[in-house]
């Protein structure tokens, strides 16, 4: 079974820093592509950055220059790295993997929320 935890969520104030945290866990899951996710209240949940197993990153046009997504294959861990963040990044933020069988899993959600 595979299973994917998010970390890192709280409250902190516009301009400021924070760093999410997804680990993955689960037998015979082989990962073709992995990302964070986020849903604002009273909107849809929408794609935030995407990194492959070689290392390929790809962004939001929204976060660019802002966020910085990673991985770390030896604790098979994937990180959000969010800076200068504004009011309009308040959402819950989703960890995602897709396997080879185009099967998707998600994580719980962390809620983000930017505000003074």
């Known amino acids: 079974q595979v299973q994917l935890v998010e970390s890192g969520g709280g409250l902190v104030q516009p301009g400021g820093s924070l760093q999410l945290s997804c680990v993955f866990s689960?037998?015979?899951?082989?990962?073709?592509?992995m990302g964070w996710y986020r849903q604002a209240p009273g909107k849809e949940r929408e794609l935030v950055a995407t990194i492959t197993p070689a290392g390929l990153r790809n962004y939001a046009d929204f976060v660019k220059g802002r966020f910085t997504i990673s991985r770390d294959g030896a604790t098979s861990t994937m990180y959000l790295r969010m800076s200068t963040l504004k009011a309009d990044d308040t959402a819950v933020y989703y960890c995602h993997a897709r396997g080879t069988a185009l099967d998707d899993y998600w994580g719980q959600g962390t809620q983000v929320t930017v505000s003074s």
């Open positions: 689960g037998s015979n899951f082989r990962i073709t592509k």
